[in-house]
C-alpha cells in the first residue's frame, strides 16, 4: 500500500473516529436535557409528564443508539482496513454491527419491560438473539478466519469437500467453486474450516485439434 493510500485510510480512520465520539457526545446530553426537562424543570410549572419519560427515551435509544452501534462498525472498519483487504474489514464490521443492534433491542426491551421483568424480558430476547444467530455467526467467524489467513484465493484450483475446481468467489459465508462440468458449488465457511482443502495444479487446457491439410 503506497504512502498516498495509507494516508487516505488514516484520515478516513480519524472520520469515523470522530464520528463516534460526536454520536457518543450528543446521546449523552441529550439524555441528560430530557431527564433534566421531565424530572425538575417541568414539574416546577405544574407539567408533570413523567410517565411518558421511558417512551421518549426509547425512541431517543432507538435512534442515537443505532447511530452509535454504526459508527462504531465504521471505525473497526477503517482500523483493519489499515492492515486487511476491504472484504475482510467490511466482513468484521457488518459482525460488529449485529452484535451492537442485538445488543441495542435486548436494551430497549428491558427499559420497556423495566425492573426485574425487563431484565427477564431482556435476558430472554438476549438468548433469543444468541441461539437463532449461533450458526450464522460462526459461520461467519469462519469466514473471517478464511479471508484473513487466505489459504486459497481466487482463480486457484482447489478440491474441497470432494468438490475440484476454480474459485471464483471467497466470502465472509460461503465460498464459490466452478467444477469443470461448468457446474457451481457453494460451500459453507465453517465447513472448509474444519476440512482439508487441496490445492492443485491447473489443468492444461485442452489443445485444439490439428488443421486438416489443404487438397
Known sequence: MSNQSTNAE???YLDALIKLIIYIAFFIIIS????????????RYGI????????V???LTLLLGYLV????????????????PMDVARAFRNIFLLIGVGAL???IAGEVGGGLAGVSVGGFLGIVIGFSMQQPLGQAISGLFILI???FKINDYVTILGDTGLVIEVGILFTEVKKDDGSKVVIPSNLIINNKVYILQKPAPASSAPAA???
Open 10 to 12: 488514516k484520515s478516513k
Open 32 to 43: 441528560a436535557v430530557l431527564q433534566y426537562l421531565f424530572d425538575s424543570f417541568l414539574p
Open 48 to 55: 408533570v409528564l413523567t410517565r411518558y419519560y421511558i417512551y
Open 57 to 59: 427515551n426509547i425512541s
Open 69 to 84: 452501534v454504526r459508527a462504531f462498525a465504521d471505525v473497526i472498519q477503517e482500523f483493519l482496513r489499515l492492515k486487511y
Open 105 to 107: 433491542i435486548t436494551t
Open 149 to 151: 489467513s487466505r489459504p
Open 213 to 215: 491439410p489443404k487438397q
